[in-house]
C-alpha cells in the first residue's frame, strides 16, 4: 500500500470560496501542480548535468555509441 504524508497550506477565505463554488478539488489541483514544479525541477537537474557532463560527451562519436550498442544487444 502507498504512503501518503498530510501536506497543509493556507489560502486566502474569499479564494477558498470561490474555488469551493466553482467545484475546484482542491487536493487535486495541489497535487497535480507539487508534481508538476517537482518534475520541472529534476529536469532543470538533469540538464545542468547534461551541461556539466557536456565536454566528456562531445569527444565520443556517434558511431561510437552506435558500436556501443549494437555490442550491448549482441551480447542478449
Do not use: F, Q
Not at 3 to 17: G, H, R
Not at 30 to 35: F, G
Not at 46 to 69: C, F, G
Amino acid at each position: 500500500m502507498a504512503k501518503y504524508e498530510t501536506v497543509s497550506v493556507k489560502v486566502p477565505v474569499e479564494l477558498k470560496a470561490r474555488a469551493a463554488r466553482l467545484g475546484v478539488k482542491t487536493a487535486e489541483v495541489l497535487r497535480r501542480a507539487l508534481e508538476e514544479e517537482v518534475k520541472r525541477r529534476e529536469i532543470e537537474e538533469i540538464n545542468a548535468e547534461l551541461e556539466r557532463l557536456k565536454p566528456v560527451l562531445d569527444k565520443i562519436s556517434v558511431e561510437e555509441v552506435v558500436a556501443m550498442i549494437r555490442e550491448d544487444r549482441e551480447r542478449r
